[in-house]
């Protein structure tokens, strides 16, 4: 089983539309969470840590669930320059980053 | 936040040739990793390259296949050596440093684009 896993998607939606990812990880020792970003032969970027209690930036919102161990990436009123990779990165401890393979998401006018 | 320049951008180079991929930091950074993304998978932690001792490899990575030198703080070079075709990759290096959210980042620079044929 890989250590973090994602639906690859692609998931094609409309401009305005609300969309989810979900994530989840097999090691329940995992300690940090997060959401990183990449842009079609661009590097990850750092789109948002996942905390415990949830989080929101903007038009984004983290969930955790450890009891479950799956994490959330909620997007609303999506706009053509989100359509990218999501890439859903799990750290054990220290610098050790797990990343899933991503999801694709394309949003379309 | 930290600015991160690789070189080159990317390359295509014959099977069984090295390539040196170097890593320039604006500022000092105590952690700098080394990462692969081979196309259509996720990204895979190669080594972390520590100043002034030998790098520490990940499972599945070694020195002599690729080589890490980290001479200072800001700087680090990965070398592909003996390349074949499936070392074609997205070579990215990562530096810990401080973000613009609470606490450490890892931020990653631009990647090195290698096509071996």
């Known amino acids: 089983r890989k250590e973090v896993e994602q639906d690859p998607g692609p998931f094609n939606v409309p401009e305005g539309a609300t969309v989810a990812f979900n994530c989840t990880y097999s090691?329940?020792?995992?300690?940090?969470f997060f959401w990183y970003r990449q842009d079609c032969r661009k590097e990850p970027k750092l789109l948002m840590s996942v905390y415990s209690s949830g989080n929101e930036d903007g038009r984004f919102t983290a969930q955790l669930n450890r009891a479950s161990q799956y994490i959330s990436l909620l997007i609303r009123d999506s706009k053509l320059s989100d359509s990218a990779t999501y890439l859903c990165v799990v750290s054990l401890s220290g610098y050790a980053l797990n990343f899933g393979k991503g999801t694709s998401l394309l949003v379309t006018p | 936040s930290a600015v991160i320049s690789q070189k080159p951008s990317r390359d295509i180079c014959q099977r069984g040739t090295s390539l040196t991929i170097q890593c320039q930091v604006d500022?000092?950074?105590?952690?700098m990793f080394w990462y692969r993304q081979q196309p259509g998978q996720s990204l895979t932690l190669i080594a972390t390259?520590?100043?002034?001792?030998?790098?520490?490899?990940e499972s599945g990575f070694v020195i002599d296949k690729f080589p890490i030198s980290r001479p200072n703080l800001t700087f680090s070079t990965l070398t592909v050596s003996n390349m074949s075709p499936e070392d074609s990759s997205i070579y990215l290096c990562s530096v810990e440093s401080q973000g613009e959210q609470s606490g450490n980042t890892i931020y990653f620079g631009e990647g090195s684009w290698l096509t071996v044929v």
């Open positions: 500022s000092q950074v105590t952690m």
């Open positions: 390259a520590n100043q002034g001792s030998e790098a520490t490899y």
């Open positions: 090691n329940s020792a995992s300690q940090s």
